[in-house]
T-cell receptor
Framework: GAGVSQSPSNKVTEKGKDVELRCDPI?????LYWYRQSLGQGLEFLIY????????KSGLPSDRFSAERTGGSVSTLTIQRTQQEDSAVYLC?????????????FGEGSRLTVL | DAKTTQPPSMDCAEGRAANLPCNHS???????VYWYRQIHSQGPQYIIH???NNETNEMASLIITEDRKSSTLILPHATLRDTAVYYC?????????????FGAGTRLAVHP
């Protein structure tokens, strides 16, 4: 596709369950970012990938959160033992290379609701 | 990355120019000024960025003061579809990459 694709678009889960959120970046984009946005709040940086490695994981809120990227393309954000405070929209963005100073392209997000 | 200050909200009449200010008094010489917007329930959308010169594209103009301590995003003919939260972000090359740190932004309401 032409843009950043995220799935699922909506996910409702019960507290304590694990969830996986997927991001398919724009083809050829080596940089990939995950953000989350709680209701009525701004965007919070979670993690950055360059290729398959993650040089900046500083925004991951706890060890229940992890992410991986394979083949320099698709990334998966995993939240284990979900809590109600994990409810948010999780946004993925991609851009050309590490030295690119232009725009980040964002997906439409995955809305997670933890009951 | 330098911190930015924006008014929490602004109004604009449809068809008029919307001028959104941003203060970034601690910006350093190699930091860029970026503007993104987020329309309700959508992912953020890039608008424009600049280093020291004024910039214009099909969406907007970016005016950066000579001392680079503030900037203004101009939407020349605002429409109802421009109603969104506008984020001014200063971004440097920390660690060789460019993550965006979003603040609270300015909520722009365009009215008929």
């Amino acid at each position: 596709g032409a843009g950043v694709s995220q799935s699922p678009s909506n996910k409702v889960t019960e507290k304590g369950k694990d969830v996986e959120l997927r991001c398919d970046p724009i083809s050829g984009h080596t940089a990939l970012y995950w953000y989350r946005q709680s209701l009525g709040q701004g965007l919070e940086f979670l993690i950055y990938f360059q290729g398959n490695s993650a040089p900046d994981k500083s925004g991951l809120p706890s060890d229940r959160f992890s992410a991986e990227r394979t083949g320099g393309s698709v990334s998966t954000l995993t939240i284990q033992r979900t809590q109600q405070e994990d409810s948010a929209v999780y946004l993925c963005a991609s851009s050309l290379g590490r030295d690119y100073t232009g725009e980040l392209f964002f997906g439409e997000g995955s809305r997670l609701t933890v009951l | 990355d330098a911190k930015t200050t924006q008014p929490p909200s602004m109004d604009c009449a449809e068809g008029r120019a919307a001028n959104l200010p941003c203060n970034h008094s601690t910006i350093s010489g190699n930091e860029y000024v970026y503007w993104y917007r987020q329309i309700h329930s959508q992912g953020p959308q890039y608008i424009i960025h600049g280093l020291k010169n004024n910039e214009t594209n099909e969406m907007a103009s970016l005016i950066i003061t000579e001392d680079r301590k503030s900037s203004t995003l101009i939407l020349p003919h605002a429409t109802l579809r421009d109603t969104a939260v506008y984020y001014c972000i200063v971004r440097g090359r920390s660690g060789g990459y460019n993550k965006l740190i979003f603040g609270a932004g300015t909520r722009l309401a365009v009215h008929p």
